[in-house]
């Protein structure tokens, strides 16, 4: 049985845990203000808060509702929009909303309202950046978004004081939130102590984030019988073991993005992040889901194939590990048993004299898939490339490292003819095809000017 606290009561269920959070609220709990939209994660109008202890602190992240199963959510605290209503009232954000026009049909208002009030309970500084940053994963096709961004202005005003400790007291007693928000860490407590852990022993599918598999196979999904890996707290981790980087298999893209130690060796991170997908997804998406997913333009995929980075495979007793690049075989087809699992990645930390970088181009500058996407990892001395690895999405059925680009870059000085030489031999591995997100020839020469980009990033 699962527990958790949905706005201000404590409810349970007995439903399967790979059942989306979406059709429980709407469907068993008829909170119809968060609503359906694409269920696939990109409009925003299903956005609830997810609240959990971490550290001894109570944390709030937006989550995309369609594709959260509620196994994930077991002993939290989840927030839709009817969770911070006053009775009586507009609170603070709503009234902004109305007080900006920020609104004309609605059916998205209740998304962006809970991601305002998500960027009120994190312990971000409340600046207008940030808080741009926290509705990046709802989409209006209404208001033009001036509106809006005028609203989010108005609340980052009323922010202005907003301690670092006791944001929910702080917000309550500011009467942005109802006051049962300061009842949430204790009642949290409680509850941990009646809360099960998921032990699918006889599992047939491991499940990261699902912020995929639920787009690809909404149905078959649901009646899956899987183990809900997201939220397995041993497998969270990103730590230095003698210059190696090691990274959980449940680690969300969101704790990639703020860890120290990564931000300190790649400069450029949170540019990168910024590319991969919106802020609700990458709260709940996992690395190794990204990784066991196989998608031939899995963002993190090529971002980690560049690293040359090896994976570590269990199927509960056994271990094993291997290269990441020897992991895609075929089309969705891995180097994996049916009863194995990603427990972890590694790869070497970039040094001074290291560079890497990753670019991507899709439809939509952002919460996009890629058209191609590519990253790129070299160490050079005195204009002098010693060790260079390239990869790329898009161009073939598979993720794919550019070996032989890769080692025709060793060993050459870097200018114009070395690049263009390189170019025509990553141009020879690859084996585009046209599809919805370009034709193979536009594949082609995307390949090629983004390495160039790589090249210019350095230079």
Do not use: W
């Amino acid at each position: 049985m699962l527990k958790f606290i949905l706005n201000n009561k404590e409810v349970s269920t007995t439903l399967a845990h790979t059942t989306l959070l979406l059709d429980f609220i709407r469907y068993n709990k008829t909170l119809t203000g968060t609503k359906i939209g694409c269920r696939e994660g990109d409009c925003g109008a299903c956005t609830i808060l997810i609240g959990e202890i971490i550290n001894n602190e109570l944390q709030y992240k937006s989550a995309t509702s369609c594709l959260t199963p509620i196994g994930n959510i077991n002993g939290k605290h989840i927030v839709t929009i009817e969770g911070i209503n006053f009775e009586n009232e507009l609170n603070p954000i709503q009234q902004a909303m109305h007080n900006q026009s920020a609104t004309q049909c609605g059916f998205c208002t209740p998304g962006f309202i809970v991601s305002l009030a998500g960027f009120c309970l994190n312990k971000n500084t409340p600046t207008y950046e940030n808080a741009i940053a926290s509705i990046d994963g709802n989409i209006c096709r209404c208001t033009g978004y001036k509106p809006i961004e005028r609203a989010a202005k108005n609340v980052c005003d009323i922010l202005q004081d907003k301690p670092q400790q006791n944001i929910a007291t702080y917000l309550v007693n500011k009467n942005i939130l109802p006051k049962y928000f300061e009842t949430i860490q204790a009642r949290l407590k409680a509850l941990s102590t009646q809360t099960i852990e998921n032990t699918n022993v006889s599992a047939k599918v491991y499940l990261g984030g699902g912020t995929d598999l639920y787009v690809q196979k909404h149905d078959e999904m649901l009646d899956a019988n899987a183990m809900l890996m997201a939220d397995n707290k041993d497998l969270q981790y990103i730590k230095n073991e003698n210059g190696i980087c090691k990274i959980g298999a449940s680690t969300t893209v969101t704790q990639m993005q703020e860890s120290d130690l990564l931000n300190q060796h790649f400069p450029n991170l949170q540019q990168h992040i910024k590319l991969i997908s919106s802020t609700p997804i990458r709260n709940i998406a996992t690395i190794a889901g990204n990784l066991a997913n196989a998608s031939p333009i899995g963002d993190l995929t090529v971002f980690f194939l560049a690293l040359n980075a090896t994976i570590t495979l269990s199927n509960g007793q056994d271990e094993r590990k291997i290269l990441l690049s020897n992991f895609y075989k075929g089309y969705k087809q891995l180097d994996k048993a049916a009863s194995e699992y990603i427990t972890a990645i590694e790869f070497q930390l970039p040094t001074n004299n290291t560079y890497f970088n990753f670019e991507k181009v899709c439809k939509r500058t952002y919460l996009d898939i890629a058209s191609v996407n590519t990253a790129i990892c070299l160490q050079h001395s005195n204009n002098i490339i010693t060790n260079a690895t390239i990869s790329a999405g898009g161009v073939n059925a598979i993720p794919m490292q550019l070996s032989k680009a890769s080692a025709f870059f060793a060993g050459k000085q870097i200018n114009t003819q070395t690049l263009e030489d390189g170019i025509q031999i990553a141009i020879s591995e690859i084996a585009p095809i046209s599809d919805a997100r370009g034709t193979k020839e536009y594949k082609t020469l995307l390949l090629a000017q983004l390495i160039k980009a790589h090249f210019i990033e350095l230079l």
